[in-house]
């Protein structure tokens, strides 16, 4: 810790980008190299960074104990640039903050898109989205500098496109829907886990129905907030299962028309 009485040109930060950790998040056992994608939009970056943007000085990559590879990657009138850190051989034991090699400057209208690779053929049981060990989690966290209004910026797989995946499990009988939707928050959290814990991914076509409509699914809903409304707005997008104003609409994710 050092102390200064000369205050510095910069105020610096740490912008949290990558998937909402809840149990949206679903990894079916049985399955190697996977590739979740969790998109920080533009419309989040346009409105949270200053004008001439933040410059990344270092990144630290966080999955848990079934991550194997992460990267993020950095889209720019929807061209993909340079990625800004990536660990192909991710390994939860060995995490550690990234000086980059040289400064990335992300502007006001990119998109940051984060990807981890998950291998669960080691596992029995599905894998869902949390902070315990054996949960998921696929985030990167960014240090940046000049410190910007926004410092959380997640996404997670729409309330509809994951209701259709279930509804179409059930009906092929693998999943079976217990939930008491008059239950507090936490009693029904906690019954949408022990139901995707029974789920059936005991087939290849039970695998190949997640992939079609879970993994494939291109709608998102999007969560950006600021350094003041952090706490809140996590607790409360939790509770309510809703996004902030403006940012509920699916998104078509952005094509690679470069290296």
Known sequence: VYYT?????YDGAIIEVG?????HLLIPPGVRDVDFQATCPERCTQSGLPPGGVNVIASILHAHTAGSAMWVEHIRNKTKLPNI????NYDFNFQEMVLLRSEVTILPGDDIRVF????????TAI??????TSEEMCNAFLVVYPKPDVALCLSRISDQALTKFLTQAAIAGYYTNTVNESADDATRSAQFAADMQRFKFSSSASIQLWRDEYLASKARNYYCASPQTFGQTVLQDIADTTTMPGTAEPCLEVSNTTE
């Open 127 to 132: 894998t869902l989205g949390g902070e315990g």
């Open 85 to 88: 850190d990536q660990n192909l």
């Open 5 to 9: 009485a000369t205050k510095r040109q």
């Open 116 to 123: 981890c690779r998950y291998d669960t053929s080691d596992r």
């Open 19 to 23: 998937h909402y950790f809840t149990h």
